[in-house]
């Protein structure tokens, strides 16, 4: 129900499994994308080294998404 962590495209948003630093994937540890983010020519899953160079490296985004979910 969140809009996408990175272009903030409206939902729904795929969950992303944050996996850049090293931890391994966990249902908690996710961000939302919106397909074009996600899988799109131009997503993460697409073109990763693309997607981290214009946007930061995904577990980035985790403590705004943890704020929006749980106030923290």
Do not use: M
Request: net charge negative.
């Amino acid at each position: 129900g969140l809009p996408c962590a990175v272009c903030g495209s409206p939902p729904p948003s795929a969950a992303h499994h944050v996996t850049g630093d090293k931890l391994p994937r966990d249902d908690l540890r996710t961000i939302p994308l919106c397909y074009d983010c996600h899988q799109g020519p131009n997503g993460y899953h697409a073109a990763k080294r693309t997607w981290v160079a214009a946007n930061g490296p995904d577990y980035e985004f985790l403590p705004r998404i943890n704020f929006l979910l749980y106030g923290e």
